[in-house]
């Protein structure tokens, strides 16, 4: 069977600057799901025009800049990531050609092959956070598999989070002894239900 080697991170995006390439219906989408993830996302829009949604968008969020002009390498400048979403695919390339130079990653909407990162499908219950991938073969099934986990998953386990959250806290003594610790309370959870009492 294929593996699929990327390896996920999450990243604090109110402490990076993303710069989106293209204000069509994936610059939106790509910079919509960066705000559902953080709304204190710092991301600049360079374009030659932006839909509605962002101009919306723009007005709503303080820290999202929308810039009205031709990508040019200066744009790059004190960026940390770089999504390419243009309809051009040429451009997209020198945009992944510029970034690469300055070794800025980039993610390239229309190359998969140029990406140094993918976004993921994303589940959300407070604190938890699933993100999916599915190797970038099919985009609708990381979108669905988001649905049927979303439901799946109690909102209850946030306060299970929380809790623990407050357990570790208190948690006296060496690391081991509190890894030791924290396995006893959830082994629970993983133990098969024949065993449980
Ligand atoms: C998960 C999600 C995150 C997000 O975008 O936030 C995401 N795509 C989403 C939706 C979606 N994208 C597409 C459709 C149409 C149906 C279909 O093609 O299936 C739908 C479904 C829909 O919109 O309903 C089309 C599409 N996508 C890519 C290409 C280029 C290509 O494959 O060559 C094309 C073809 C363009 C064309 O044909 O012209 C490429 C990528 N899309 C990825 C992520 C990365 C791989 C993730 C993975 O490893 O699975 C990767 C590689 C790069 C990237 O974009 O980062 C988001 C789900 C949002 C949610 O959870 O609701
Ligand atoms: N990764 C994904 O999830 C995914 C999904 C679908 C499509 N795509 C690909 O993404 C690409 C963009 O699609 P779209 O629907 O957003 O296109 P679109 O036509 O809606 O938007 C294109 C945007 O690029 C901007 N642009 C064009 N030339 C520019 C320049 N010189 N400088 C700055 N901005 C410029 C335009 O102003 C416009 O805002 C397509 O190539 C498409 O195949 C990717």
């Given at each position: 069977m294929e593996e699929n080697q990327l390896f996920p991170v999450f990243f604090k995006l109110h402490r990076l600057h993303v710069l989106v390439v293209g204000g069509g219906n994936i610059g939106l989408e790509k910079?919509?799901?960066?705000?559902?993830?953080?709304?204190?996302?710092?991301?600049?829009?360079?374009?030659?025009?932006?839909?509605?949604?962002?101009?919306e968008i723009a007005q709503q969020y303080p820290n999202i800049t929308l810039i009205q002009k031709s990508f040019s390498c200066g744009d790059l400048l004190g960026k940390d990531l770089v999504i390419a979403a243009t309809n051009k695919r040429e451009l997209n390339y020198c945009i992944w050609e510029k970034?690469?130079?300055?070794?800025?990653?980039?993610?390239?909407?229309?190359?998969?092959?140029?990406?140094?990162?993918?976004?993921?499908s994303v589940v959300q219950?407070?604190?938890?956070?699933?993100?999916?991938?599915?190797?970038?073969?099919?985009?609708?099934i990381a979108k669905r598999l988001k649905q049927v986990l979303?439901?799946?998953?109690?909102?209850?386990?946030?306060?299970?989070?929380?809790?623990?959250?407050?357990?570790?806290d208190r948690l006296k003594g060496d690391f081991t002894s509190?890894?030791?610790?924290?396995?006893?309370?959830?082994?629970?959870l993983v133990r098969p239900e024949s065993e449980s009492v």
């Open positions: 910079t919509q799901a960066m705000l559902q993830n953080c709304p204190q996302s710092n991301i600049t829009v360079v374009a030659l025009d932006f839909l509605p949604d962002l101009l970034a690469k130079g300055i070794k800025v990653l980039i993610n390239v909407a229309d190359t998969p092959d140029l990406c140094d990162f993918y976004l993921g219950k407070g604190n938890l956070k699933i993100a999916i991938s599915t190797n970038g073969k099919s985009p609708t979303q439901e799946a998953i109690p909102d209850t386990l946030d306060e299970v989070l929380s809790k623990l959250y407050v357990i570790r509190k890894v030791k610790k924290l396995n006893s309370i959830t082994d629970v």
